[in-house]
């Protein structure tokens, strides 16, 4: 019997001018996006970018957020309304990030929908965000990203079904008009694509070994489920090694962020007097990961350096690695690495966005992010769950913990000190005119000596994608002292108050004896050489950064 279709609505909309999506997705306060015809407006703008829409299948999900559950009901009625053939969404409205990666590459839907601010704090006075993934997974290159914010300029209706609210706490089959909805248990494709990947056997005897301990923080965010599921339910550790693993809307009132000052818990239980073996933290939406040993903090840039040394440990990457890229700021600790093996290594600007051409063409195996986002060719999003498998398969095999394990790595490759000194929340016009006295800078820069360092290269970065010849500019001012160190500075496109300046720091250290220093101390130059280039403290009004990474 034919379905009658639902009546469709044509709303007018006030018109927005401010939905230009970041880094990643469009980012706002809950409160915008409460605002009247505001999510409506942002979701008609995707689908209007989206010609071949019309009976096909889209994931979707979020990370359980303040206003997750509104958004996905709303969602859904424009959807139905928008010609849409199917939605595939998490129960409970629930699917992290990678999640949703999975998803559309197993079931080879047409794209899908995240709802996520990511590691932004959640709660009515929270943030709340947006992002649309395309076919292959990954989340929509920026001539996708560019059309979509042109059309959100120029549209003036959006389109919309009356219809009640959808049970999306039953898995099952329903109906709105003609579209067909499947709600589904969110792990399970997660959880059975990791069993392909990495030896859980091997796994499972290290983290039930009486001699083995672990933390995992997912910091009441999408990753507990996940995580249960995996460490406890398959590979047996203990009950209660995952923390905080009820997803919460607002986090818990926590910022769900996996660095050493936000997972405070997991923190403190890694430097405290009888640290576990093995700690690690995931964000709000689940593709970003802080890797711990005991009393030793694994940078993000280092992670992804000594996954791609020991990758062949692992059987998803048994064959070897054909290539690594890293975003612009990450330290290269990975180029070491790319080097020894003979392999290439790409550096693209930040945002995940930028890998997938290159995991596409085959270019690259692994890649990764100083922001605590490392992944592979199994999915075309960062992969927080990922990691901390990949972290604990190699454990496994190599039978030493991670601090031996990076000690080698840098007796090996040199040591890349790094840090990442983040001033949020500045004045947006002030942090401009920051990045504009480095760009006027720029041209004297090269070759002049600041204190024990000589500039090699000084420059605005602009990145020529290899696969597509697009270019994107403007994408960070790198001030490069040869092999021996680096400064970049850039603005946050993630941030929903003001301006974030980022100021990333690396120094290599190549001498054994003098790879245990303190970070700061030996950074300490650096961080007075960016004083006196940019003027921070003037420019932010500020003495400290409010976070360093
Ligand atoms: C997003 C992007 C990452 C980027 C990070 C920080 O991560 O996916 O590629 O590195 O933001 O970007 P920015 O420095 O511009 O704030 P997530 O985890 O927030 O989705």
């Not at 490392?374 to 190599?398: C, P, Q, Y």
């Amino acid at each position: 019997m034919a379905i009658e279709p639902l009546p469709i609505r044509t709303v007018e909309s006030p018109g927005f001018d401010d939905q230009r999506p970041g880094t990643s997705g469009l980012r706002k306060r809950v409160t915008v996006f409460q605002a009247p015809h505001y999510l409506e407006h942002f979701v008609q703008s995707i689908f209007d970018c989206l010609p071949d829409l019309n009976g096909k299948t889209l994931v979707l999900g979020g990370d359980g957020r303040f206003f997750n559950r509104e958004a996905i009901q709303t969602i859904i009625r424009m959807a139905a309304a928008n010609g849409v053939g199917g939605l595939l969404i998490g129960c409970g409205g629930l699917l992290s990030t990678p999640a949703v990666s999975c998803l559309i590459r197993k079931t080879g839907a047409h794209g899908g929908i995240v709802l996520s601010a990511s590691h932004n704090p959640g709660g009515p006075d929270g943030d709340f965000g947006i992002k649309y993934n395309v076919g292959n997974g990954g989340p929509a290159p920026e001539r996708l990203t560019d059309a979509i914010f042109a059309r959100s300029r120029e549209l003036s209706a959006y389109r919309i079904v009356d219809s009640p609210d959808l049970d999306i706490d039953r898995q099952g089959v329903d109906r709105v008009g003609a579209m067909e909805i499947r709600i589904i248990d969110p792990v399970t494709d997660y959880a059975a694509l990791m069993e392909t990947i990495f030896d859980f056997d091997r796994i499972r005897d290290l983290v039930t070994a009486p001699d083995f301990s672990m933390m995992i923080d997912t910091m009441h965010a999408i990753t507990g489920p996940y995580a249960r599921e995996i460490f406890e339910n398959r590979l047996g550790a203990a009950p209660g090694t995952v923390i905080n693993a009820i997803p919460k809307p607002d986090f818990g009132g926590q910022h769900p962020d996996p660095n050493l000052t936000h997972a405070r818990a997991l923190a403190a239980a890694m430097f405290g007097p009888s640290p576990p073996s093995f700690g690690a933290a995931s964000d709000g939406d689940g593709d970003r990961n802080m890797i711990l040993g005991p009393r030793f903090f694994v940078t993000p840039s280092d992670s992804l350096a000594a996954l791609a040394a020991n990758a062949e440990l692992v059987p998803g990457y048994a064959a070897g690695i054909v290539g690594v890229a890293r975003s612009m700021p990450t330290s290269r600790a990975v180029d070491a690495v790319a080097q020894r093996r003979k392999i290439p290594c790409y550096e693209t600007p930040t945002g995940w966005k930028f890998f997938g051409n290159l995991l596409d063409d085959g270019r690259i195996s692994l890649c990764g992010e100083e922001s605590f986002g490392t992944s592979s060719d199994h999915l075309r999003e960062k992969d927080g769950l990922w990691a901390m498998l990949f972290w604990l398969n190699i454990l496994a095999v190599r039978g030493i913990g991670i601090a031996e394990i990076m000690r080698e790595h840098w007796r090996e490759f040199g040591r890349c000190y790094y840090a990442r000194h983040d001033y949020e929340s500045i004045d947006a016009a002030a942090a401009g005119r920051l990045i504009e006295r480095l760009r006027a800078r720029i041209p004297a820069l090269a070759g002049s000596q600041l204190g024990d360092f000589t500039v090699t290269l000084a420059d605005d970065f602009c990145y020529a994608d290899p696969v597509d010849n697009s270019r994107s500019e403007h994408q960070g001012i790198r001030v490069v002292f040869g092999d021996d160190a680096r400064i970049v500075f850039r603005l946050s496109g993630t941030g929903t108050a003001g301006a974030t300046l980022r100021v990333y720091y690396e120094r290599l250290e190549v001498r054994p004896q003098n790879q245990d220093e303190d970070v700061h101390r030996v950074l300490a130059q650096l961080y007075a050489i960016a004083e006196s280039l940019a003027a921070i403290r003037e420019h932010s009004g500020r003495d400290q950064p409010s976070l360093i990474t």
